[in-house]
């Protein structure tokens, strides 16, 4: 099925959707406020979504990646939808009246969804679903940040244990690993080491990568979730790394080595995931025959 823009009913629909995009655009970018909010916290010295100029673009690649889908969709106004469109209107005044720019982009996320939702019903708004849902990986959230120091402490510890197996002798206070005895070097986790920054873009990554990749669910999930301890891991290689940097060159070389140290987070962290990903595929029955069966069905 595609359309005709000839047919009356198409050329009303394709009105009421620039109708209904005009009117979002004048609602929620007519004050700019919480934009110039957005756009200066994305410029300040939180780097933590420094990705999130990037996801509108990934959206709109979604989109387009499935653009024969959306036209030929059954189209049939959703009443019911309506609801949503109001609930995200709610959202929009609360944010707007409490200043809290984050609510106000999750009920233009929202909306996004809703408004062709109802216009056009479910065929096309389970289509939209995962490329406006997207979007959300854009809005900074606040409990993250308060995760950092528990990242430091955690990698930091971690870090001083495989140290001192492996012959650095390490010790440390808080998020500080100092060399033993005192004076070679002296490495802190700071905030941007913590691994925050990572665990939200490999998390990013890994969502996008399962929706592109895999077909079921569960998959997808594993793959998601799997991000959050390579994350880890990357970050503790970054970390353990930098500290033998030290050990064998002196502190002014822990410095330098931190400039380039980001690439040792996501190398370790994305070859593992992938590797995940193939695990995925692994027959595990047929695994569990060939290894631990009868002798004759390993032959």
């Known amino acids: 099925m595609t359309l005709d823009f000839r047919d009356r009913q198409t050329q009303l629909n394709c009105l009421l959707g ?27 010295p939180d780097f933590m979504y420094s990705h999130a100029p990037l996801i509108p673009a990934v959206s709109v690649w979604l989109l387009w990646r499935q653009r024969q889908e959306l036209l ?35 009920s233009l996320i929202l909306m996004v969804w809703a408004a062709p939702l109802y216009l ?17 990986f854009a809005v900074p959230l606040n409990f993250v940040a308060d995760l950092t120091n528990p990242l430091k402490r955690f990698v930091s ?3 001083t244990v ?11 206070s808080g998020a500080q690993i100092f060399s033993v005895p005192h004076g070679r070097f002296q490495l802190e986790v700071a ?35 799997s991000a959050v301890p390579l994350a880890m891991v990357g970050n503790l290689v970054r970390v353990t790394s930098s500290a033998v940097v030290g050990n064998l060159m002196g502190q002014e070389a822990i410095g330098a080595f931190d400039k380039f140290s980001t690439f ?15 695990l995925l595929d692994v027959d595990w029955q047929e695994w569990k025959a060939r290894w631990f069966g009868p002798r004759e069905a390993r032959d």
């Not at 469109?85 to 929009?92: R, T």
């Not at 495989?162 to 440390?172: D, I, K, P, S, T």
């Not at 080491?193 to 594993?222: E, K, P």
């Open 264 to 278: 040792l987070v996501f190398i370790p962290a994305i070859a593992l995931m992938l590797a995940v990903d193939r």
């Open 191 to 225: 905030d941007a080491c913590s691994g925050i920054n990572s665990l939200i873009a490999l998390v990013t990554l890994a969502t996008i990568y399962g929706y592109v990749t895999r077909q079921r669910q569960w998959q997808r999930w594993v793959l998601v979730a």
């Open 157 to 159: 510890a971690l870090s």
């Open 72 to 106: 030929g969709a059954t189209r049939q106004t959703a009443d019911w939808a309506a609801w949503l469109v109001a609930l995200a209107l709610v959202i929009y005044w609360v944010g707007h009246k409490t200043s809290l720019w984050r609510l106000t982009m999750v």
């Open 18 to 44: 620039a109708l209904a995009a005009g009117l979002v655009w004048f609602l929620y970018f007519g004050n700019d406020s919480w934009w110039a909010e957005y756009v200066g916290y994305l410029r300040g």
């Open 162 to 172: 495989l140290l001192n197996m492996g012959g650095v002798h390490v010790e440390r």
């Open 120 to 136: 056009w019903g479910w065929q096309v708004g389970k289509r939209l679903m995962f490329p406006v849902g997207f979007l959300l």
